[in-house]
């Protein structure tokens, strides 16, 4: 059974940083692209970073690019996300997802993800 646990999130001000994690298990964590998403209160689940199997690659979207790192050990089936230069338009609660292996590239939708966790929620104040 696939199970995703993300962990990390917390209260940060503004320019602060935090350091997600997302503990997999159930699979074989190293064969699968993995992702970041996270959802405000009354907004779309959106994506913030993906990265591929061997963590070589990665992706981004502007609103984080250069902020944020999105890292991987495979090693210890665990994914990261280094969050940095927080901001309260970064509150939300993430969440860690498996890529769909049907899905070549770099994807960014919902549907090209599965597998999810039960979310961190990280609280930027102003």
């Known amino acids: 059974q696939v199970q995703l646990e993300e962990s990390g999130g917390g209260l940060v001000q503004t320019g602060g940083s935090l350091r997600l994690s997302c503990a997999a298990s159930?699979?074989?964590?190293?064969?699968?692209?993995m992702g970041w998403f996270r959802q405000a209160p009354g907004k779309e689940r959106e994506f913030v970073a993906g990265?591929?199997?061997?963590?070589?690659?990665?992706y981004y979207p502007d609103s984080v690019k250069g902020r944020f790192t999105i890292s991987r050990d495979n090693a210890k089936n665990t994914l990261y996300l280094q969050m940095n230069s927080l901001k309260p338009e970064d509150t939300a609660a993430y969440y860690c997802?498996?890529?769909?292996?049907?899905?070549?590239?770099?994807?960014?939708?919902?549907?090209?993800?599965?597998?999810w966790g039960q979310g961190t929620q990280v609280t930027v104040s102003s």
């Open positions: 990265i591929s199997e061997s963590g070589r690659a990665t």
């Open positions: 159930g699979y074989i964590f190293s064969n699968y692209g």
């Open positions: 997802a498996t890529r769909d292996p049907r899905f070549i590239g770099a994807p960014r939708s919902i549907p090209h993800f599965r597998d």
